[in-house]
Structure formats: C-alpha cells, structure tokens
C-alpha cells in the first residue's frame, strides 16, 4: 500500500479550504436572499397599512378635526 505524498496532502487541503471557503459564501448569500425576501414580504404587507394611515391623517388636517 502506497502512501499518500506530500504534495497530494497539500493539494487535498487546499481543495478542503476551497470547499469550506465556497460554503461559507453560500451561507452568506443564502443569509442575504433570506433578508431581501422578509424586507420585501415586511414592506409589502405594511405599505397599504401606512397609506391608509396617512390619507386619514391628513384627511383630518384638511377638514380642520382634531
């Protein structure tokens, strides 16, 4: 049974270190796109919410009630 060289460890660590490293920047995109979907959804449910809010505000102002 042959043993492993040298030079195939290291080539076998640097491959480790690319698949760890390319995990991690999945995981970051994965975090960023998870972020970008709950802002959407969080702003979506809650504009017509605020314009509502805001043309009875100002309804309010410009008929003079209080």
Do not use: Y
């Not at 760890?20 to 702003?43: P, T, V």
């Amino acid at each position: 049974m042959a043993l492993p060289s040298s030079e195939s460890n290291g080539t076998r660590a640097s491959t480790l270190h690319l698949i760890k490293a390319n995990h991690n920047q999945f995981f970051i995109w994965r975090e960023f796109l998870w972020g970008a979907i709950a802002g959407a959804f969080g702003e979506g449910m809650m504009h017509p919410i605020d314009t509502v809010k805001t043309r009875i505000q100002s309804q309010a102002i410009l008929c003079g009630s209080q």
